[in-house]
């Protein structure tokens, strides 16, 4: 089983920002390309950016780009959403996920939860005046 740790979310004023990391405290996060994904009660997980494990492929969802930037530091064992100009609508429970094998090709199109077997436990993220 896989563990990933979320940490980094808050409560930030809108136009703030906040870095997301994601880590794994028994495995090598080297070899695996890694999702960030948010979810609101009652909607369906929305997949938000992919980075490949060689960071070559990287997604950002539409309404994210030009604010939020998805990185990885494999020598940290840690991968990083950072996000500026936050929203309200960005408001979510933000989680990581990585796929069930390392040989598994993160690409655009297969950045969505289907690809992905084990999870986060999620991070809060709130953004409010």
């Known amino acids: 089983q896989l563990e990933l740790v979320e940490s980094g979310g808050g409560l930030v004023q809108p136009g703030g920002s906040l870095r997301l990391s994601c880590t794994a405290p028994?495995?090598?996060?080297?070899?695996?390309?890694i999702g960030w994904f948010r979810q609101a009660p009652g909607k369906e997980r929305e997949g938000v950016s992919c980075?490949?494990?060689?960071?070559?492929?990287?997604y950002l969802t539409d309404s994210v780009k030009g604010r939020f930037t998805v990185s990885r530091d494999n020598a940290k064992n840690t991968v990083y959403l950072q996000m500026t100009d936050l929203r309200p609508e960005d408001a979510d429970v933000y989680y990581c996920?990585?796929?069930?094998?390392?040989?598994?090709?993160?690409?655009?199109?297969?950045?969505?939860?289907?690809?992905?077997?084990?999870w986060g436990q999620g991070t809060q993220v709130t953004v409010a005046s």
């Open positions: 996920a990585a796929p069930g094998s390392p040989h598994v090709v993160i690409r655009p199109n297969t950045c969505a939860p289907r690809t992905f077997l084990y």
């Open positions: 028994r495995f090598t996060l080297a070899y695996y390309g």
């Open positions: 980075i490949s494990s060689s960071a070559d492929t990287i």
